[in-house]
């Protein structure tokens, strides 16, 4: 489109209508209510024989969302779709409804309206009798827009008022896809589903009383070709929710969670404690006794809380191995000095020292050993550095960096909901034109101060200005006894175990690095030990570096 053109006919009194356009259409609903889809079939054919109807129109097939809230753009794939298309010169004109089917956001209709003229595109709001090509229509989009997004505001406080009345009378809210349940309208009760309640039973049975695992119920569930309430497959996710409902016992559960955002659509979740929740067995008949649902509900609580427990991740994990049997270390206490550790091959664990007899490691001496190697090899700094950037920029550098541009985004997401309510204000006429410029403007300075500091942050992350912090960090872990975890687990890739002249107490250890060194290492470490009966005895390793990179 023509904007200058399409302007100076319009002027001239040259209906649009009038006007040789391609000309699309867009048309939305919120919900995927029958109603609604009805709804939206009449506005799909209501706009195709209105703009078939103007013969100096050309029809472009038009972009419909269904079933999706008008508060989210991004979920609106053939809006965005259409606003791509519009881009690349399709059409002219965009023919929609009204703005709520738009946008209910004050600025995204804004936005999406000058992004569109930008391309040579104007939106015809046929209900508010707007036409974006007009030099007047934002002031009027604006002003629409504001009153499209307060009517939603107010909507979602309705909503949220009527619920919090509901539950306070005890009304059973929603539930028309509980599994087990269906729910009366005329009585507002839950009536149980016979053939359903007794999947109900064997579920809890299978779990509180047979201990079987949530993943194991969901297979057996899933071959028996069992189907939720939704008609999908049983995951371990759908019955944790199901074990965690108190209504399979008769109880009246609410306000689990609570959208705290209309716009965002935030959601906050209410621990259990906070629940409304009570023993009603005349509205919601139990599906099963308290006893059962409060040991099934036990032993939910307790596995949750071991599956939380994060297992450390040990310094030689993974990477030392028997030579004889290929099977890898496992870390164990040493009982008889608290202040060490042991590495035992996995097959000497299950079977016994008569299937394998390979040597036990202790950890303080491996510790030495690497202490000693690092020093002798004489690793250089700037090969260390180049070793270990990618671990320090990854996880340390990196992770403070990230955090200041969150930061930085959250502050001008801030300003920019702050620029909203300022817009909002002045089309109130709270606050003055000049006002309004004013502290417009201040705000404006402060986005381009913050976006100047975002990009002088960004700019530090990719250069390599940080070698020198890194170099003092490498100074004090690599040089020093004190092996670090991170150096270690870097440079050694594995460790083959094995005995010489069929003596445990003579261990060869093969020693496979990712770092390339100039000459041969075969060095002999001995050390001093202990046991249980105070007898004192020494340990040979025989400790040959590999290079593997």
């Known amino acids: 489109m023509d904007l200058y053109n399409v302007r100076s006919k319009l002027n001239m009194g040259i209906p649009l209508s009038n006007i040789k356009l391609r000309v699309t259409d867009y048309a939305r609903v919120s919900t995927d209510h029958e109603e609604q889809k009805k709804s939206l079939r ?5 706009f195709e024989q209105y703009i078939k109807e103007r013969r100096d129109w050309v029809y472009i097939p038009g972009y419909v969302d269904d079933g999706i809230s008008g508060t989210s753009d991004i979920k609106r794939n053939n809006f965005m779709k259409m606003i791509e298309d519009a881009r690349l010169g399709k059409f002219d004109l965009i023919v929609t409804k009204e703005i709520s089917r738009f946008s209910r956001n004050t600025l995204d209709s804004i936005k999406y309206t000058r992004e569109l003229l930008s391309y040579g595109v104007a ?70 589903v016979k053939s359903e309640a007794s999947n109900i039973k ?22 028996e070709k069992i189907k939720t309430s939704r008609g999908k497959n049983w995951s371990v996710a759908t019955l944790s929710r199901l074990i965690e409902n ?8 609410a306000k689990k969670s609570e959208v705290i955002d209309y716009m965002t659509k935030k959601v906050k979740y209410f621990n259990k404690e906070d629940w409304v929740t009570y023993e009603d ?15 099934a509900n036990k032993r939910l609580v307790l596995r949750k809380k071991r599956k939380n427990i994060k297992k450390k991740n040990y310094i030689y994990s993974g990477k030392i191995y028997c030579a004889n049997h290929n099977k890898v270390f496992y870390r164990r206490e040493f009982k008889h000095n608290k202040n060490d550790v042991i590495w035992v ?20 001496e491996l510790n030495e050993i690497f202490s000693d190697i690092f020093s002798k090899l004489n ?80 700019e530090n992350n990719k250069n390599n200005n940080l070698l020198e912090n890194i170099y003092n960090i490498l100074k004090l872990k690599i040089i020093s006894k004190n092996i670090n975890n991170k150096i270690i687990n870097l440079l050694l890739n594995y460790i083959n175990v094995s005995k010489i002249d069929n003596n445990k107490n003579n261990i060869k250890l093969d020693i496979y690095l990712s770092y390339k060194f100039n000459k041969d290492y075969n060095t002999i470490y001995e050390f001093n030990r202990d046991n249980k009966y105070s007898k004192k005895y020494t340990v040979k390793y025989n400790v040959t570096l590999k290079k593997e990179v």
């Open 42 to 46: 009449n506005q799909i054919e209501h």
């Open 123 to 192: 939106v015809l709001f046929v209900n508010d009798n707007i036409n974006t090509a007009m030099p007047d229509s934002e002031l009027r989009l604006t002003i629409m827009a504001s009153m499209a997004q307060d009517e939603i505001r107010r909507l979602s406080e309705r909503v949220k008022f009527g619920m919090n009345r509901a539950i306070k009378r005890g009304e059973i809210l929603g539930n028309n896809l509980l599994y087990g349940y269906k729910k009366d309208k005329n009585t507002k009760t839950l009536n149980i």
């Open 202 to 223: 064997r579920i809890y049975e299978l779990y509180a009383i047979d201990n079987l695992s949530l993943t194991c119920i969901s297979k057996i569930l899933n071959r």
């Open 246 to 253: 108190p209504k399979y016992k008769g109880f009246y559960c």
């Open 281 to 295: 067995k005349i509205k919601i008949p139990p599906i099963i006794s308290s006893y059962l649902w409060e040991r």
């Open 345 to 364: 091959c996995k097959e000497y664990l299950r079977k016994g020292k008569v299937y394998c007899d390979s040597p036990i490691i202790r950890e303080s």
């Open 379 to 458: 690793i250089n700094l700037l090969d260390s550095i180049k070793i270990l950037l990618k671990y320090y920029k990854d996880f340390e550098i990196n992770k403070e960096i990230n955090e200041n541009i969150k930061i930085k985004e959250k502050e001008l997401n801030n300003i920019c909901i702050r620029k909203d309510k300022l817009l909002e204000l002045n089309i109130q006429n709270i606050l003055s034109n000049e006002e309004f410029k004013i502290r417009n403007e201040e705000l404006n300075n402060k986005i381009k101060s913050i976006n100047k500091e975002l990009k002088m942050i960004k």
